[in-house]
């Protein structure tokens, strides 16, 4: 098997899959940020840090989303699954957001990453048969 990428241009297939998972990933983050806010002011704390910090998370997942055609896309992708655990110390319960997205992540990638070089065979498969 080869090395899961950090850096560069995906398949387009590849790439529509991360898009669609970090944008899923982006409204789960905007709740959750609310959430902590919510259990902050409930705990007598002011819920403005973390709403502001899961906010811009939530908008980083979108970012990536959006970037996803360019070679940082999968980079800001990556980042926004590291970032999604080190929130788990914050709100424990990110911890199993995390665990669920970062597995999504890891199975969209490796399998658009097949289905993108089977595109590509096919596709040379074809040509070859044209000529």
Known sequence: MRRLPVYG?????????LAVALVGQAIL??????AARGVAIADGRDGGRLLWL??????LALVGAGLMRSPVGITVG???????WVSGLVVPAMFGVAVVFTALWLLLL??????DELVARHEAELAAASD
């Open 78 to 84: 990556w980042l926004v699954q590291v970032l999604t």
């Open 29 to 34: 983050l905007s709740f959750f940020a609310l």
């Open 54 to 59: 899961g906010a811009g998370l939530s908008v």
């Open 110 to 115: 490796v399998q658009g990453l097949k289905a």
């Open 9 to 17: 241009r995906q398949g387009k297939l590849t790439f529509r899959l």
